[in-house]
């Protein structure tokens, strides 16, 4: 019987027959035969709620999980802190605002459309488009049973009407005693009772103390000590006492009112919008991030067949090996300074990305081995200066950056063992290890006062192991009765980082699916 077909399709053949194995099945090849097209589509998709933190699995998000809630996570309540102490001459004062708990559910789904052409049968151009697709589910909550302190009630922005009004009426109040007392003792008031000038004198300077401490904490800090908490207490005797001399013993009347204290604790929400409010001292976004669709980052690159060694009869010995190099362009887009809970869709810097990657097989078993190294270019970024566990800071660290990222060195076996003529069940071991980034201030940049980019960078420095298994299917395009069809090769794999002894890993499960077609081209 005769069989008869196309020129194209003859060509196609040929070209395939020329560069394939006797065996149908194979592992996706990285290069194309010569004057062939490769189209790819592929989707990866990425899931993961829990890390590793030098080696300790813990929630992705623990660096928002604080018991409790104190002036060393939190920089509002730290300088309220530091104010009180001065006015009250109580060093051990420590505000709370109890305890918070945070997960978060990252999905990434990247959807990639790319392309390869065999210039000779050993040379081959390549490039890829991924769109990526990030959502980020946020599940924070403040436990505030135990909470010491609340919303300032005379701030502008978190307080309420009637307690600035309460406390514009205290510092009036204080304020004119003062303005009295220092009268009198201008006037000489108390000069005939040599005793009681000596205390109005040190009644002044204690007054007029803690009036400039007290007056911008009460007026601008956006927490107080909880009414009938011992900071609380504290303050109010300072108070009091002052009260006391400049009545009692000084005869100063007028001075009764006393600053509005918070007397509700803050809920979830309450946090949140201390946050996230645009008018206040942090300017973070709402912390659940919109649905984000975005490019990634687009690569380019070239691969090189120096090794191919092929048996001689079906089952015999297969050798090949390919020097690919890949250069990563910055296209993705980067998380925001003031989304405290998002992911970016790509690194937006140049990487330089090489491997070598050869093929090993004998009858129905084999592997494939990959080397790779990967060069991070500089890029520019705008970040909070501040420690990767202390996450919420006031916007007025952010500032703009260079990071230059860790070379990563990665290696990898992939053993699979062919199940049918054109199918292949494959595994997988995977390791990296990146070196610690390095940050710096970009030109012009006004540094942030006490800190310093080097606080980024903490954490950086990462390794990990991921296990993988998955299908591969390969078929040449040649049907039973010897027409050709459309060549392809797919593949579906599963990966899951297993272990992490150094940096932030996230514990990502990955599931990503490939399917490439080839077609005759010029």
Do not use: C
Not at 394 to 418: H, K, M, N, W, Y
């Amino acid at each position: 019987m005769s069989l008869t077909r196309s020129p194209r399709a003859a060509a196609l053949l040929l070209l395939l027959a020329a560069a394939a194995p006797p065996a149908a099945a194979q592992l996706p090849p990285l290069t194309v035969p010569r004057g062939l097209l490769r189209l790819d589509i592929g989707g990866r998709f990425d899931n993961w709620d829990q890390r590793y933190r030098d080696g300790i699995r813990q929630e992705a998000a623990a660096d928002f999980n604080r018991d409790p809630v104190d002036g060393h996570w939190l920089p509002g309540l730290a300088s309220v802190e530091e104010q009180l102490r001065q006015v009250t001459g109580v060093q051990a004062i420590a505000l709370s605002l109890g305890k918070s708990t945070a997960s978060t559910l990252v999905n990434v789904g990247t959807y990639s459309i790319g392309a390869a052409y065999g210039l000779t049968s050993r040379l081959t151009v390549f490039g890829t488009v991924p769109i990526v697709r990030v959502r980020v589910r946020v599940n924070f909550k403040l436990d505030s049973t135990n909470a010491s302190a609340g919303f300032n009630p005379a701030n502008p922005v978190f307080g309420t009407s009637a307690g600035a009004a309460q406390t514009g009426a205290f510092i009036t109040q204080l304020q004119n005693a003062l303005t009295t007392l220092n009268a009198r003792l201008q006037a000489g008031f108390y000069d005939s009772v040599p005793a009681l000038k000596a205390v109005a004198q040190a009644t002044l300077t204690r007054g007029l103390a803690l009036r400039d401490g007290i007056t911008p904490l009460l007026n601008t800090a956006s927490f107080l000590p909880l009414s009938g908490s011992a900071a609380a207490t504290a303050l109010t005797r300072s108070i009091d006492s002052l009260r006391s001399r400049l009545g009692t013993d000084l005869g100063i009347s007028g001075f009764t009112e006393a600053p509005a204290l918070p007397t509700s604790r803050m809920s979830s929400a309450d946090f949140e919008g201390y946050a996230s409010n645009p008018d206040g001292p942090i300017g973070a976004l709402p912390f659940t991030p919109p649905l984000i669709s975005y490019l990634g980052d687009i690569e380019v690159g070239a691969g090189f067949m120096w090794l191919d060694h092929r048996p001689a009869a079906r089952g015999g010995f297969l050798a090949r090996s390919v020097l690919q190099g890949t250069v990563r362009l910055r296209t993705g887009r980067l998380a925001r300074a003031e989304g405290l809970f998002e992911v970016p869709t790509g690194d937006k810097q140049p990487d330089v990305q090489g491997d070598v990657v050869t093929d090993l097989s004998a009858g129905r078993i084999g592997a494939r081995f990959t080397a790779r190294y990967v060069l991070q270019q500089p890029g520019r970024q705008f970040r909070r200066i501040t420690l990767p566990d202390q996450p919420i800071s006031f916007a007025s660290t952010v500032a703009e950056v260079q990071r230059d990222p860790g070379e990563i060195v990665e290696g990898s076996i992939e053993p699979f063992l062919r199940i049918g003529p054109t199918l292949f069940l494959v595994g997988g071991v995977r390791y990296w290890s990146k070196a610690e980034d390095k940050y710096s201030y970009v030109p012009g940049q006004q540094p942030v006062e006490g800190t310093s980019p080097d606080v980024l960078a903490i954490g950086s420095k990462e390794d990990g192991t991921a296990f993988s298994a998955g299908l591969s299917f390969s078929h040449d395009g040649v049907q039973p009765d010897g027409t050709v069809g459309l060549p392809m090769d797919a593949s579906l794999r599963w990966e899951k980082v297993a272990r992490s002894t150094l940096g932030r890993v996230p514990i990502r499960e990955s599931v990503v699916l490939s399917i490439r077609f080839y077609r005759k081209f010029l």
